[in-house]
């Protein structure tokens, strides 16, 4: 994005912005009126990475990260719709969080090799339970470690031949996840999951920087020693945000559908 003082959006790129928050919740709905995800059909890829990941196996967390997407993408537009009000920062940390856990099931799903996706998914789990352990020590120092969840995920981990000698307690960054999913969405509108993550990260920390190239920049009036500018949502950029995090899901969701499908060679025995 070029950085100039006044950036009030012109009528067209308005309307244009309006159009894709449109769109966006009506590809929304359709996902929350279509099927729910199916469970893994015995023979398929997904039903394998379970085998081998059944303290919680991938295809639950992969629900887990469609359930967090889709709750974050239909909060933001029916906002949207129903106050018919877009504030100026508080729906790019949804869009955030939809990316982020669109993400990690795009990460998941493309990883290649049922025993690669199958490590992964653990690395996933000691994570969450480290990031549990943390938690219950912030609430009560005398809280419980995690350490029978530990132990359970390591030996799983011994279960999988080409990764027992792994480093399980290796955290991937979010940079480097979002940018493995980017590879997996075909087409873009306009921006891709990594550009909206970082932007909206920006917004969520409150970055100074961040905000003034992100946000619409509307002047206001000359002050002793400079002038001054409002601070709205540029509509353009957040349709364009929203629908970057509506192609992940839709990715998300029918990459998992291939995933949970066994060959047909496996039905027909």
Known sequence: MVYSLDTTESEEDERAGLWLIQQAGHRVEAVLNGPDLQDPEKGSRLAAVDALTPYQPMSNQLSIFHMVALDNLRAAVKYIEK???????????????????????????????????AFLSLRISYENNEDLANLGKV?????????????????????????????????STTTDVVSAADKAVSTRVSFTGLQVWKSCSGLAHANSAVMPVILERKFAGDVENGKMFRLTSRISVLGGFLTAGVENLETLRALYQGATEAPSWVKNT
């Open 83 to 117: 106050a018919n009000d877009v504030p100026m920062t508080a729906l790019y940390s949804m869009i955030r969080s939809a990316v982020e856990a669109s993400s990690y099931g795009l990460w998941l799903l493309g990883a290649g090799r049922v025993d690669k996706q």
């Open 139 to 171: 609430f009560g120092p005398k809280q419980g470690t995690g350490g029978n969840v530990r132990r359970r995920l390591l030996e799983l981990q011994q279960a999988i031949p080409a990764y027992r000698n792994r480093d399980l307690t290796a955290r």
